[in-house]
């Protein structure tokens, strides 16, 4: 860097030795520096001359910081420091020196402040430059002594940092809050027969879990039981006419001792029966590995060959010991009831919903949700927390959906997720359409996410659009080299 000489007039001869400037004579105090969205850079610093500072009268101490990196320099503009009588030259003269930020007389075994402000347009390589400082001592335009290039600080910038307006949907209320608990129970019977013995095998288990199902909903006040359904099934084993008989008969004395457990009416319970259970039969063999599976699975297909036939066809074609497996590891789970215990949930305030998210979200609905999220400052744990059960208890739901993509981008980081759940959200809606601009925009897609921001401007988001198509003009215009 160039030697910064002073500009004044010399009229009197230099007093005194020149004096060498030193760490304890000129401090550098509070330095910061900042980024603002408009690409400019503000540097800030308080220069502390010290009362040890010693000055010829008409000597100037020129204190000039710039900024280096790359190869590249800076020149910020310089603190002027007069010695008396050189302050006096100056105004007789009407001498100001070019480019300087302040002049400041120095009053000696005086410490004295200089508060420092200048802003600059940002360039790409200022984010880690250098910021140093020159000392030039003058007198009678003669460089007495200079201290070049010592260290202030090393920048540290943080690279541009986008605030994209994501959107969010207000879920619609839900009139009549319909809830179920769903469950399978494997009841044991005798070969052949179709009355429960609750003490037979693990019966008195299963029927517990049931009677447990019910239970949650009778004894919780705040929801309302409206009705359990019933569906027995049978194993294909033995011919179809008896398996009719038992898979009816078991599911009618499932209903038989649930209504007598409880003395529900006869309306409240209603059932159904599937005499054999092919599908839960074919999901088995598929996801298995024994022989000749794909042999048995078209054999399963075959619509054309009666029921009874098929089923010994596959015991011919398994072999004995792969359809002794069959019968062991397979059919026992082929004789199920599956019940459902249908209810309905009243409606919570506000404050009652922040507890009952905590213990029993399955009874909120999606806006009561959503209102407990809005309760809580965005990107808190209470706010993403809210958003994530509400996926969870509505996973195929679009708003739900669309809300749990907005809170993750917002969260920053993996955008994977919120891709995930914004392909389940409603794919015409303004604010899908913001939202997918929004990533594009955070992944330096730019192009996409002005064509995104256009499109949803054009279905009625105008806030949201507007804000980020500033965004998006804020990073094209952003210095990246």
Request: with cysteine; charged share 25%.
């Amino acid at each position: 860097m160039k030697k910064i000489l002073c500009i004044l007039i010399c009229l009197l001869p230099i007093l005194g030795e020149a004096q060498t400037f030193y760490k304890n004579q000129i401090h550098v105090d509070s330095e910061s520096t900042t980024h603002s969205d408009d690409n400019q850079l503000t540097i800030r610093m308080s220069f502390i001359l010290q009362d040890n500072l010693k000055l010829a009268s008409n000597n100037a101490a020129t204190l000039t910081p710039y900024l280096e990196a790359e190869g590249q320099t800076k020149i910020l503009p310089a603190i002027i420091i007069y010695g008396r009588k050189r302050q006096l030259i100056n105004q007789r003269a009407h001498q100001t020196p070019e480019n300087a930020y302040t002049i400041v007389r120095h009053h000696r075994r005086e410490k004295q402040k200089v508060d420092y402000l200048v802003q600059i347009p940002y360039e790409a390589w200022m984010q880690q430059a250098n910021l140093k400082l020159n000392i030039d001592l003058c007198g009678c335009c003669d460089v007495v002594e200079e201290n070049s290039g010592e260290m202030i600080a090393k920048l540290n910038i943080t690279p541009l940092k986008l605030h994209p307006a994501i959107a969010y949907i207000t879920p619609e209320a839900e009139e009549v809050k319909h809830r179920a608990i769903e469950g399978t129970a494997f009841l044991d019977f005798p070969v052949n027969k179709i009355a429960i013995y609750p003490e037979y095998r693990r019966n008195l288990t299963e029927l517990a879990k049931i009677r447990a199902s019910i239970d949650t909903v009778r004894n919780d006040k705040n929801t309302q039981l409206t009705g359990i359904t019933i569906h027995g099934y049978a194993s294909p084993e033995g011919s179809y006419t008896n398996n009719t008989r038992l898979a009816k008969g078991r599911t009618q004395a499932l209903v038989d001792y649930v209504s007598s457990y409880y003395d529900f009416d006869s309306n409240l319970i209603s059932s159904e029966y599937t005499p054999e259970d092919w599908d839960g039969f074919r999901t088995f063999v598929k996801n298995s590995t024994i022989d000749k599976k794909e042999e048995i699975l078209l054999m399963m297909d075959n619509q054309d060959i009666n029921i009874d036939i098929k089923e010994r066809n596959i015991a011919q074609l398994a072999g004995p010991k792969v359809y002794q497996y069959l019968l062991t590891e397979c059919y026992p789970a082929l004789r199920h009831s599956d019940y459902t215990v249908n209810y309905t949930v009243r409606g919570f305030n506000l404050e009652e919903s922040k507890e009952i998210i905590k213990k029993h979200p399955q009874q909120l609905s999606l806006q009561e949700i959503y209102l407990v999220a809005q309760s809580y400052e965005p990107g808190s744990e209470e706010f993403d927390y809210a958003f994530q059960v509400a996926s969870f208890m509505f996973p195929d739901d679009p708003v739900a959906n669309l809300n749990a993509a907005a809170m993750e981008i917002q969260q920053g980081g993996d955008l994977t997720s919120a891709k995930k759940h914004l392909a389940k959200a409603n794919q015409k809606a303004a604010e899908t359409i913001n939202n997918l601009g929004v990533i594009a925009l955070l992944e330096g897609n730019l192009d996409i996410a002005k064509k995104y921001f256009d499109a949803a401007k054009a279905a009625g988001l105008t806030k949201q659009a507007d804000i980020n198509l500033a965004e998006l003009n804020k990073r094209l215009n952003y210095p990246t080299k």
